[in-house]
């Protein structure tokens, strides 16, 4: 077994690894959107929902938020495969739970910013009996969007980076596409790792300077 | 101590405004104590008084920015504020008063407009648009229509010229000067005005209580004003109230109330304000 540096078996995994890097753009996308989507649903209701609602709500996120994502993965996979519905794909329960989990911290930061709207804001829709729809879609949710963005994007780019988790329940990611490589080839594990990482710093450093960017235009407008 | 006010006539035309026997608290703090007055369509009210009396509450109840504090026998005890002769902190139910809820408040509250004393303009909002915004998605007109009428208030405010600026590009004056034409801008019978000018810079003060005066003159407006301008509320105002701990201490027409106020409170509070 081989075990130092190869710059032949970079080569021969490289394919293998970039097919897992699409898998986690992929993940990314279908999960950012729930994360994002979710959050601010989950923020308004919290906010704005009926009483009933709000204190439900606001605890199955705090269990999401205190509870680790790999649990959480290793659960719902299971009871899924178990009791619901067997042939669901890895991919689609992992992307599910991934974007929840992560909603559950976007959440946090589209409250903080819908919380930093001075009260006056409110106060000024309602001597204008705008309505609710109009309140929060041309008054709050844009404001807060200026405040929110940057946070949420920065939680968006945390999630990219937590994808190797749904590698335990088989979505081929980098991380399982370079174990299988090495399951067949019995060798590949630390390029693939490498490989994997360095994939990961490409795509999330670009992103994460963009963010601080728009962080500090939305600041400094 | 309490001034009473003349029964009215039950033919002539009815108050457009009337507080009777409302209680506010907050917590255990007692802001309005069973306080009733009326006020006549079309006439200006100033509000005065030391800060915690209770001026600023009864123009945010106006605005339904709070509730009163609800009495257990409205019909027997009031605690009701009424609105152009009708319930409007409360309405009916099977006959009886029960505290307004947000769909009655919602039909009512749109013949009140308000000016805050910290402008409260939308930022993220071009100054057109926050006069025309409320036009078109509660006054159902349209965005012509709500442009053109947005445009003739900003040239009354003097401000035509900074229709496409966004207000953090205004000085506080100005902004204040467009939230006066955004309330204008719903035709409201009632203008609350609450300390508009409390937050300027003292050489922005005249500009805004010039539009406010040309207001007063141009339009039939009832308006209430608490302000700390005691030039402006002689100017203005028909009548002024002088409120102490969330009671009226005295009231009447400006000339009596700065020249010979009765009451040894009011004499105190005028001292100190015009000595300012």
């Known amino acids: 077994m081989q075990t130092g540096w190869s710059n032949e078996t970079l080569r021969e995994i490289f394919p293998a690894i ?3 890097f699409v898998v986690v ?66 991919f689609a329960v992992g992307s599910a739970v991934l974007g929840v989990h992560y909603a559950s911290y ?6 903080a910013g819908i919380d930093a709207i001075p009260k006056g804001q409110w106060e000024a829709a309602t001597a204008l009996n705008l309505p609710t729809g109009r309140v929060w879609g041309a008054v709050v949710l844009p404001q807060m969007f200026r405040r929110s963005a940057a946070a949420v994007g920065n939680w968006v780019i945390a999630m990219f980076k937590e994808v190797p988790t749904l590698f335990i329940i088989g979505v081929m990611e980098m991380i399982a596409e370079a174990r299988a490589f090495q399951g067949q080839h019995y060798t590949g594990a630390v390029e693939g790792y490498t490989l994997a990482g360095l994939l990961f710093l490409a795509a999330s450093y670009p992103v994460a300077v963009a963010m601080r960017r728009l962080e500090n235009r939305l600041a400094s407008e | 101590m309490r001034q009473n006010e003349a029964p009215r006539e039950p033919s002539g035309p009815g108050p457009i405004i009337e507080f009777d026997r409302v209680d506010k608290s907050f917590g255990d703090l007692m802001v309005l104590d069973e306080l009733s007055f009326r006020v006549d369509p079309g006439e200006r009210v100033t509000l005065i008084g030391p800060s915690g009396s209770g001026k600023t509450t009864i123009l945010r109840l106006l605005m339904t920015l709070e509730k009163v504090t609800p009495k257990a026998d409205p019909e027997r005890d009031g605690g009701v504020v009424w609105l152009e002769g009708k319930p409007y902190s409360h309405m009916e139910k099977k006959g009886v008063l029960v505290p307004a809820n947000e769909k009655w408040l919602r039909r009512r509250r749109s013949r009140v407009g308000m000016v805050f004393q910290q402008f409260n303009l939308f930022p993220n909002m071009r100054v057109l ?19 053109a009428k947005a445009r003739e208030l900003l040239e009354l405010v003097g401000l035509a010229e900074k229709t496409d600026e966004y207000p953090s590009r205004l000085s506080g004056g100005q902004q204040q000067r467009v939230a006066i034409a955004r309330a204008l801008a719903m035709d409201p019978d009632i203008l609350l005005l609450d300390e508009v000018t409390s937050a300027l810079d003292p050489e922005l003060v005249a500009d805004v209580l010039a539009v406010l005066r040309d207001v007063a003159e141009s339009t039939s407006i009832t308006m209430l004003c608490v302000t700390h301008e005691m030039g402006f509320a002689r100017d203005v105002s028909d009548r002024v109230m002088m409120f102490d701990s969330g009671r009226i201490v005295e009231q009447g027409p400006p000339d009596a109330m700065f020249s010979e106020p009765q009451e040894a409170r009011t004499q105190d509070f005028l001292r100190a304000v015009l000595a300012e």
């Open chain 1, 18 to 20: 970039w097919d897992g």
């Open chain 1, 25 to 90: 753009l992929q993940v990314t996308l279908v999960a950012g959107i729930i994360a994002v989507v979710l959050g601010l649903l989950v923020a308004i209701g919290e906010r704005n929902g009926p009483v009933w609602l709000r204190r439900p709500l606001g605890a199955v996120f705090q269990f999401i938020r205190n509870t680790p994502l790999l649990v959480q993965v290793l659960i719902v996979w299971t009871a899924t495969s178990l009791y619901i519905n067997p042939d669901w794909s890895a």
């Open chain 1, 106 to 111: 976007t959440s946090e930061s589209y409250r």
């Open chain 2, 129 to 147: 648009r926050n006069v025309t915004e409320a036009q078109v998605h509660v006054a159902g007109r349209s965005k012509e229509e709500a442009e």
